[in-house]
């Protein structure tokens, strides 16, 4: 290498090269010409050929010149492009430094571009082949073409969103600042581009894409392989972009979800959630049928291996094919208790994580700010209460998402692709869970009036580019849902609305009292009262939270975002009172907001207490940005005085781990497979009494035997009578009723000709092979009823008492 430059250099030119020795020639000639030609705009310069171990003729080829403002540093042995620039950056001078390829497929005369967007302000002026005004003269094959578009879609997506071509070789830096970058850098190979300019762009400063004239050049050194290598680079480049906090909060994220769910995720097959009342069953079934039609490429949306023989219209319930689906093979593989645990768990958590990312990115930069903002939103009461048995109100992964778009479609920067995203996240949403979506809307709806109203101009510059995004979304979201969606509504056992009672709202106590399962402050008998069951506790949040979010509001409430915040709270905390609440201690009922939707289509199916449930990450942010306020105060009486007061808002809330109890082994009969010789193609199994939603046992017995047989009667949501009104499981026939009175009651009625009669036309009607009566409370005046039913005793079979309704037939 040439002596030391003592010069000043106004532009420094790196060429990283590897084996150029036929390139490289022409190369240096054309750009020493071009630069000594134009010594008046860009001033003194030097070239710097950066050796990645040639083994050919380069080096020779480089010390051969005579001109000492063209230099070699060397590498000793081929480490890759990465490596070859941070050693050619590192050597230059220059004011400004180029980087440029060795075979110059972008010519040196586009300099002139790059050098006036820098002058503009730019720190970076990145070459481009895919802005407008480019001109590509020559191109690459079709399929080097393709593979370089999708890694440019990914190199967006990942690492630095915005720039259209990160990978044209020919980039103009300021010099000092190039010098940190490539400095700073860690790959090696083509990915350095990337690395590069992620730097720049966490440093804020400002880069530039400018158009260029670009042509293919033969004996390119990209091989097939080297795009699978930028792949793997890329994912080192993420891995490393992820902040240690960042990481520590998915992890403990992680770790609560597996905590709370510690009682049954360690041996799912044998343990059973009590508060899910009969939840667990159901949507293990969900997971199991599921995963059977795609075993089998059955109709996802329709099954009748359950209310035989009308059947289940499965997208009017809630088995949210967008994860029941994707984890087949693991139900398949290892069953659906697995499965649906596993889900549950990592679910639950994933909801931590995106919207600790929506904090980070939204509200507060302080990651523990975030982290107990997130915390409070994923695993507030009613969260833990749904966590029983409702994936479908746990994994709302998708909100925090769909926020974040909607958020970015105000902004009116990509309002088409961000519209297209977001309808395709909707519409993934609506496989996941369809009143979560319509909840996270209102939310939504009350954030943006509350937002609009106090910044006007803000409301003024984004409903446009809102409108616009939300039409396209709309236009994308509904070829994709359409069908399904027919099928909900019109297709076969579809149903017009579920009937929940005259008022499923929340008593204001309700929203101010503690949850079952708060580890210190827990009151089932109060959060009893006060809610439709366990997995219904839809508020709770404890006066001493409701105290200090006051709290917050009034001491921030110059910030907008903090009474936005405060208005979608509030407005929730009242929509989930009902259509009429009654003051507590009082008898006077006063109407309520949700009367004005009640009967609304799609409203009307709402339980409306569960509206409260948009009050955990609205709260979850007042927090955060609370905490956040507190970190940077000076006072340590405030901090600490402000941290005490979290804590104590936030101890009543922290949840035990959800109850467990061992689950009844499954009879014999059912799980050796004796059932098998009783019931016929065509044929129905028959529980005695028939699964409800007050036992759904037999669902459990029918996914242990692989779905083997089908069974009348169930726990689904299905139509009832001529209007269709939507009820909890099958249309109840007069020998059903009889057996689930008996069960409760103990007592067994007269039973005569016309009892046998009738029973012996709803077995026909149900297809039943077989009748089963496993041991349960009142199993012996069931037994009583069976047996003057159909005439004769039951055998006692496999651990079950069994009537062969094949027999005399």
């Known amino acids: 290498m040439s002596g030391t430059v003592t010069r000043v250099v106004d532009l420094s030119v790196v060429i990283p090269a590897y084996n150029e020795e036929q390139r490289l020639g022409p190369t240096l000639d054309a750009v020493t010409e071009y630069l000594t030609d134009n010594d008046g705009h860009f001033g003194e310069w030097e070239v710097v050929v950066a050796d990645d171990g040639s083994t050919d003729g380069t080096r020779e080829l480089v010390t051969a010149r005579q001109d000492p403002r063209v230099r070699l ?3 000793p042995r081929n480490r890759g492009k990465g490596h070859a620039l941070r050693l050619g950056v590192a050597a230059t001078h220059g004011h400004r430094v180029l980087v440029t390829d060795a075979d110059l497929a972008a010519p040196i005369e586009e300099l002139e571009q790059l050098d006036k967007a820098l002058s503009e302000g730019n720190a970076a002026a990145v070459g481009s082949r895919s802005v407008p005004g480019a001109t590509i003269e020559s191109r690459q094959h079709r399929v080097r073409e393709l593979l370089g578009r999708a890694g440019n879609f990914l190199i967006r997506r990942v690492a630095v969103p915005g720039i ?7 980039k103009l830096f300021e010099g000092d600042r190039a010098r940190e970058a490539f400095a700073a850098s860690r790959l090696n190979g083509w990915g350095i581009d990337v690395e590069v300019l992620q730097h720049f762009r966490r440093s804020d400063w400002p880069v530039a ?29 993420k891995a490393r972009s992820l902040r240690p906090a960042d990481l520590l909060a ?5 770790l609560m979800a597996v905590t709370l769910y510690s009682g049954r995720l360690f041996d799912p097959d044998h343990r059973y959630l009590p508060d ?13 049928v599921s995963a059977d039609s795609v075993a089998h490429l059955r109709n996802p949306l329709f099954t009748d291996l359950q209310g035989f023989p009308d059947g289940v219209n499965l997208m009017a319930n809630t088995v949210m094919l967008g994860l029941s689906v994707p984890f087949a093979p693991i139900t398949l593989h290892f069953g659906p208790a697995v499965s649906l645990s596993v889900c549950m768990a990592l679910g639950l958590a994933a909801t931590a994580a995106a919207w600790y990312w929506l904090i980070v990115k939204r509200v507060v930069r302080q990651r523990a700010a975030a982290f107990v903002g997130a915390s409070l939103a994923a695993f507030a009461p009613p969260m833990v209460s749904h966590a029983n048995a409702h994936p479908n109100f746990v994994i709302l992964f998708m909100i925090p998402l769909i926020i974040d778009r909607a958020l970015r479609l105000c902004t009116g920067a990509r309002v088409v692709r961000d519209g297209i995203v977001n309808g395709l996240m909707a519409a993934y949403q609506i496989f996941l869970g369809e009143e979560p ?6 939310g939504m709806a009350l954030f943006a009036a509350a937002y609009g109203l106090v910044r006007r101009d803000v409301a003024k510059a984004a409903w446009r580019p809102l409108l616009k995004g939300l039409l396209i979304g709309g236009a994308v979201c509904l070829p994709i849902v359409a069908y399904p969606l027919y099928w909900q509504f019109a297709g076969p056992q579809s149903y017009r609305s579920v009937l929940h009672g005259d ?23 109060m959060a009893n009262s006060l809610s439709l069951n366990p997995t219904e506790q839809n508020a709770f949040y404890g006066w001493p939270l409701v105290a200090l979010a006051f709290a917050i509001v009034v001491r921030l409430w110059e910030k907008t975002l903090v009474k936005a915040l405060a208005v979608t709270a509030v407005g929730a ?12 201690l009082t008898d006077t009922v006063y109407p309520g907001p949700w009367a004005l939707v009640a009967h609304k289509p799609l409203f009307e199916s709402v339980i409306e207490g569960r509206v409260a449930m948009i009050c955990a990450p609205a709260l979850g942010m007042l927090l955060a940005l609370a905490i956040d306020k507190l970190a940077a105060t000076r006072s340590i009486g405030t901090l600490y005085g402000g941290l005490l007061a979290v804590c104590l808002a936030l101890l009543p809330l922290i949840p035990a781990p959800l109850k467990a109890e061992d689950r009844a082994d499954v009879p014999e009969f059912i799980a050796d497979g004796m059932w098998k010789s009783y019931v016929r193609d065509g044929e129905s199994l028959v529980p005695v009494p028939l699964p409800d939603p007050g036992d759904a046992t037999a669902l459990h017995w029918q996914t242990a035997a692989h779905l083997g047989f089908k069974l009348p009667g169930g726990y689904f949501n299905g139509p009832y009578g001529p209007d269709r009104i939507g009820i909890y499981g099958a249309s109840p026939r007069y020998t059903s009723n009889l057996l689930r009175d008996v069960r409760y009651t103990g007592v067994v009625p007269t039973i005569g000709k016309n009892w046998r009669t009738q029973a012996r036309q709803d077995f026909a009607y149900w297809h039943a092979g077989v009748l089963v009566l496993a041991p349960q409370p009142n199993d012996g005046p069931l037994r009583e009823a069976v047996a003057k039913l159909v005439g004769r005793p039951g055998k006692w079979t496999g651990g079950v008492w069994v009537w062969d309704l094949h027999e005399g037939s």
Do not use: M
Not at 250 to 254: G, M, R, S, T
Not at 437 to 442: K, Q, Y
Not at 574 to 581: A, D, E, I, N, R
């Open 164 to 170: 259209r071509d990160t990978q044209c070789g020919f």
């Open 250 to 254: 998915a992890a403990l994220f992680l």
């Open 276 to 288: 899910s009342l009969q939840d667990q069953n159901q949507w293990e079934w969900f997971f199991a």
């Open 209 to 237: 894409e400018v158009p260029v004239r670009w042509s293919h050049q033969t004996g390119s050194k990209v091989g097939p392989l080297d795009y699978g290598r930028v792949l793997a680079e890329l994912g080192r480049l």
């Open 573 to 584: 905390a009242l929509l989930s009172l009902g259509p009429k609440f009654r003051i507590p």
């Open 437 to 442: 979506l319509l909840l996270a809307s209102i």
């Open 503 to 525: 008022n499923a709202g929340n008593s204001p106590l309700a929203l101010i009292a503690f949850a079952e399962r708060s580890l210190v402050a827990g009151n089932a008998e």
């Open 73 to 75: 540093v060397t590498g």
